[in-house]
């Protein structure tokens, strides 16, 4: 019940983000670079690229990839982020793996477009989270699930090699 418990308050509270009063300083603004690649491995020119915050699902920033596929955002602050691909109609085409921005000032990331239409067959299925679509709510999701598996090891009775 111990761990249980530990396990709860450790992922609510890694849910529930900085306190309200934080806000990034100027040299806390990190740089993301990227690059978008097709199904083939190819580059990805003219690509819609767009960058979420997986704490509250929001889209931070659009950005359009140039001929070699290579995309930036900057002045983003620390936090858990997503780069989504996404068509003219805003449909995601594919997704990076979710990650953290933390103490680097400039970072970097690759996202693959799958197959057109498999990420949009799921639309209909009415899985919604924080009112994303059902592929950015599964990598809210697996990021939960991180944290979790982090709380769990970090609470086990033999974590530390002191005790």
């Excluded at 603004?29 to 491995?41: E, H, S």
């Excluded at 900057?74 to 858990?80: A, I």
Aim: avoid cysteine; glycine fraction near 12%; charged fraction near 15%.
């Amino acid at each position: 019940m111990r761990r249980f418990l530990a396990t709860v308050l450790v992922t609510v509270m890694t849910m529930a983000g900085a306190p309200l009063g934080a806000r990034a300083s100027q040299q806390d603004l990190i740089t993301l670079k990227g690059r978008a690649f097709t199904t083939r491995l190819q580059a990805f020119p003219d690509a819609r690229v767009q960058i979420r915050d997986l704490k509250t699902g929001l889209l931070v920033n659009s950005t359009t990839t140039n001929p070699t596929g290579e995309f930036a955002f900057e002045n983003l602050k620390p936090g858990d982020y997503i780069v989504e691909l996404a068509d003219g109609s805003g449909n995601v085409l594919g997704m990076s793996a979710p990650f953290t921005l933390g103490a680097a000032r400039i970072a970097s990331v690759s996202v693959v477009a799958v197959a057109p239409g498999a990420v949009t067959t799921g639309a209909g299925a009415g899985f919604s989270l924080f009112g994303l679509g059902p592929v950015s709510s599964v990598a809210v999701l697996g990021a939960a699930g991180a944290a979790a598996v982090t709380a769990v090891v970090a609470t086990r009775q033999d974590a530390s090699p002191s005790r």
